[in-house]
Structures are given as structure tokens and as C-alpha cells.
């Protein structure tokens, strides 16, 4: 049973740094693509950030370039995305997602598996 969990997630002011992680379990890195996504109130659920499986390539949505950095521990199954210089419409629910299709179809948001989601709100 494949299993997703978020931590890392808290009150932050603007400018500052946040590292979230994302425990995963019943699946491996090398069969799923894996990446982050984020729902802020009244908006749609958007990526963020992905890794194709076996570290094949790293994407990033235009929003999260040069701020914020997505990374994985193979041994410890764990999924990063540390984020720096963040900005308040960065405050959402952040996910962890997994998917063992085309990295274009997690990409577009059609995925297997997400984790229960964690909040990030970023104050002014």
C-alpha cells in the first residue's frame, strides 16, 4: 500500500525559508515519478515541482524557479522541496504526489497517489 506523508509545513514570514519533506512508503523512486503540488484557498491545485523516476529529470513551474529546490533521499525513500525567499502567495496547502505513468501525466495533475497535504502560509 502505497503511502505519502507530508511534514514540514508551518507559519513563515516573507523572505524566509521552509523545508518540507515527504515520507514515502510502498513504493519505490526508481518505478514512480514523484513531485509537489499546491492548492491555495479558491484555487485550483497546481504544480509545483517534479522529479522523473530514477532521477531523470528535474521540473519546475515557472513560480518555483530559482527559489525553491526539490530533492531525494533514495535510502531513506523521502522527498524534499526546500523553499527559500518565500513569498505570501506562496501560503497553500503543499502535497506530495507519486505516479507511475508518464511524467506528462503527473505533470497535468492526474496522478495515483497524494499525501494528506501539509499548510505553508507565508505572513508579510
Known amino acids: 500500500q502505497v503511502q505519502l506523508v507530508e511534514s514540514g509545513g508551518g507559519l513563515v514570514q516573507a523572505g524566509g525559508s521552509l523545508r518540507l519533506s515527504c515520507a514515502a512508503s510502498?513504493?519505490?523512486?526508481?518505478?514512480?515519478?514523484i513531485g509537489w503540488f499546491r492548492q491555495a484557498p479558491g484555487k485550483e491545485r497546481e504544480f509545483v515541482a517534479a522529479i522523473r523516476r530514477s532521477g531523470g529529470g528535474i521540473y519546475y513551474a515557472d513560480s518555483a524557479k530559482g527559489r525553491f529546490t526539490i530533492s531525494q533521499d533514495n535510502a531513506k525513500n523521502t522527498l524534499y522541496l526546500q523553499m527559500n525567499s518565500l513569498k505570501p502567495e506562496d501560503t497553500a496547502v503543499y502535497y506530495c504526489a507519486a505516479d507511475p505513468g508518464s511524467m506528462s501525466t503527473l505533470l497535468s495533475g492526474v496522478i495515483d497517489y497524494w499525501g494528506q497535504g501539509t499548510q505553508v502560509t507565508v505572513s508579510s
Open positions: 510502498g513504493l519505490t523512486f526508481n518505478i514512480y515519478h
